[in-house]
């Protein structure tokens, strides 16, 4: 992959596993206000931002003692917590980050969940200071499928979309970088259930552990 100047990284499930950790505080926060959590719902909202799950579930089962947003904001506030005390951290992803800097890449963070989660998150994986930009969708009109936070972090990074290479672990976050004119590589951290990347992305990794940085090249 020649001619390339910036990686931009999907932060759950790319640089944290925090998939688990999000449906914990979904399932606390969503029924101790009487909502029902259903496998099939969470099937549904798993590739939501935030304000979506939460519109999501008040459509299905109405609560009356606090506003959207306030509900929204507790939902992050747990995932944060259970980041903070949980080991969530992708391994080998920092190691892989650093060579890419070595390689003067420029690295960005595009992401579906609130801007308040994502230094949470680089402090947990002491990356702060690897990463150019970081971008929500929490700022755009619509989060991933949609395009928009991908071409912003772009745009923020002074780096065309077509000479951007976006890392993804899910069909949605995939298709927004697609639909941005990226090069998209699928992340698969060893799930032999992952299984769509074929119709989207242009290559695979299965792990960050080891990876030969030569595949940029």
């Avoid at 890419?100 to 963070?109: A, C, D, T, V």
């Avoid at 989060?143 to 002074?158: F, H, W």
């Avoid at 259930?193 to 090249?217: G, P, Q, R, S, T």
Wanted: proline share 2%; with cysteine; hydrophobic share 40%.
């Amino acid at each position: 992959m020649t001619d390339y100047k910036a990686v931009i990284f999907d932060m759950d499930g790319v640089i944290i596993d925090s998939e688990g950790l999000w449906k914990q505080a979904e399932h606390e926060i969503f029924t101790s206000l009487g909502v029902t959590v259903t496998d099939e719902y969470s099937k549904i909202t798993q590739s939501m931002t935030t304000t979506e799950v939460t519109k999501f579930w008040f459509d299905k089962f109405p609560w009356k003692e606090k506003e959207l947003e306030v509900v929204e904001q507790m939902v992050v506030s747990r995932v944060i917590e259970l980041i903070a005390t949980n080991d969530c951290v992708i391994n080998g992803v920092i190691e892989f980050i650093e060579k890419l800097k070595l390689r003067n890449y420029k690295i960005g963070l595009a992401t579906n969940s609130p801007s308040r989660i994502i230094s949470p998150v680089l402090k947990k994986l002491n990356a702060l200071h690897l990463f150019d930009t970081v971008t929500s969708a929490e700022f755009e009109q619509y989060g991933k499928p949609d395009p928009e936070v991908y071409i912003t972090t772009a745009a923020k990074l002074n780096v065309a979309t077509t000479s951007c290479i976006a890392i993804e672990d899910s069909f949605s976050g995939m298709l927004a970088a697609k639909k941005a004119g990226m090069t998209v590589i699928a992340f698969t951290n060893d799930n032999a259930n992952i299984d769509f990347e074929i119709e989207v992305a242009n290559y695979k990794i299965n792990k960050f552990e080891h990876l030969n940085i030569d595949i940029f090249n």
